[in-house]
């Protein structure tokens, strides 16, 4: 049985805990800094919208971090969610690697 781990921090509360309360951000400002509308950098904040690699850019523009810093929360967080959703492990449990399915083909 795989042990259970905790859910990654999410890139919405990276930005808020660690960057837009500290700095006593608000959502507008950051909109304005990383030139995009509000309404993206809200959904992103709030846990709506996953981090594209041009916010990722944006991101690590304005507070001065790696690109990387940011995709890889992102994908930590992604690779959790499918590792831990019970309806995606059943359908990649039905994934046949290339080698099986040569190998079918062949004796077929």
Request: charged share 25%.
């Amino acid at each position: 049985m795989k042990q259970a781990t905790r859910k990654p921090t999410s890139v919405g509360d990276i930005l808020l805990y660690e960057y837009l309360e500290p700095l006593d951000l608000k959502i507008n400002d950051l909109a304005e800094m990383l030139n995009v509308h509000r309404n993206s950098v809200s959904a992103l904040v709030n846990n709506n919208r996953k981090l594209t690699p041009d916010m990722a850019f944006r991101l690590a523009a304005v507070f001065d971090t790696s690109i990387a810093f940011w995709l890889n929360i992102q994908n930590s967080l992604d690779i959790w969610e499918i590792e831990n959703d019970a309806r995606t492990q059943e359908e990649l449990s039905r994934v046949v690697s290339v080698a099986d399915f040569l190998a079918h083909r062949g004796a077929a």
